[in-house]
């Protein structure tokens, strides 16, 4: 908006030159002082066209008001005489109007732009206080826009005579633009972020081997490690245990794309005389 002025205003300069000098013998377009408030004009026009601040706007007002002041002043300087009396010295009412000029403009200007820092300031702080939509994980805030959370009404995997498995719930989110994360994936951006929530029941001593779980998503071809703040070690017998892992997800365009998902954890028995002293839990959930 200030640049646009400042655009407008030469090229009107430029338009009104070329009539003015088809009726005058004073020829605008021939004076070097006009050409270089033209180009002046246009040029600073140019390089903030983009400012829309009430600071940069009034700025681009006042250069205008400097422009007609001086041009005035010169104008003037050349006459011999003003409305038929002696010419007051031309120097010091320049330097006068100058210095009365900047004392004002420079002070609303100053005004103006503290206003802008201070409501910008307390806008930030209010979005920042009000945002409530984060995950956090691994020390970070993880925002985002859109979730969806699935019930899993599935039975617990009992495939192993050490304990019990069963994913209680699924959620699914869409992070912020341009958000960047994860230890194991040397922070590449990402687009979505998967929270599996489960339990773990011990039938025997168990050691659970969480950090090196996987979950494979079918329907966008993606498979990653996962990440958890919970700490899944060891786990007596007759003790469950729920916590929740996250995958972040490289490409997700819509919560809606993921269908299904297959998640696989290790776990090993403390006693390693056990026939079957370790396993995988091999869990596919259908979202629906």
């Not at 430029?14 to 005058?24: C, E, G, N, P, T």
């Not at 006459?79 to 009396?85: F, T």
Request: glycine share 6%.
């Amino acid at each position: 908006m200030a640049g646009l002025i400042l655009i407008i205003a030469g090229a009107a300069l430029i338009f009104y030159a070329i009539q003015h000098d088809k009726k005058q013998q004073i020829k605008w377009m021939k004076k070097w002082y006009f050409w270089v408030i033209s180009i002046f004009l246009i040029v600073a026009g140019v390089l903030s066209i983009n400012d829309s601040r009430l600071a940069d706007i009034f700025g681009s007002l006042m250069i205008l008001v400097l422009i007609g002041l001086l041009y005035w002043r010169i104008s003037d300087q050349r006459k011999k005489n003003l409305h038929g009396k002696k010419r007051i010295p031309h120097t010091l009412v320049t330097i006068l109007l100058l210095v009365v000029y900047f004392a004002i403009a420079g002070s609303i200007t100053n005004g103006l732009m503290t206003n802008e820092t201070s409501n910008n300031t307390a806008s930030d702080s209010n979005t920042s206080a009000n945002t409530n939509n984060y995950v956090r994980l691994d020390g970070h805030k993880i925002y985002y826009t859109k979730s969806k959370k699935y019930a899993i009404k599935e039975d617990a995997d009992t495939s192993w005579s050490a304990a019990n498995a069963k994913v209680n719930s699924v959620t699914v989110y869409k992070t912020e633009k341009g958000y960047t994360y994860g230890s194991k994936r040397g922070k590449k951006a990402v687009q979505g972020l998967l929270a599996i929530n489960v339990t773990v029941k011990a039938l025997k001593d168990i050691q659970i081997l969480m950090d090196s779980a996987t979950v494979s998503i079918p329907s966008i071809n993606e498979q990653h490690d996962i990440e958890t703040k919970d700490d899944w070690d060891d786990l007596d017998k007759g003790i469950s245990k729920t916590g929740t892992v996250y995958i972040p997800i490289y490409k997700l365009s819509n919560i809606n794309n993921i269908k299904s998902l297959r998640f696989k954890f290790d776990c090993q028995q403390q006693s390693t005389d056990a026939d079957d002293y370790d396993h995988t839990f091999d869990m596919t959930i259908n979202l629906k």
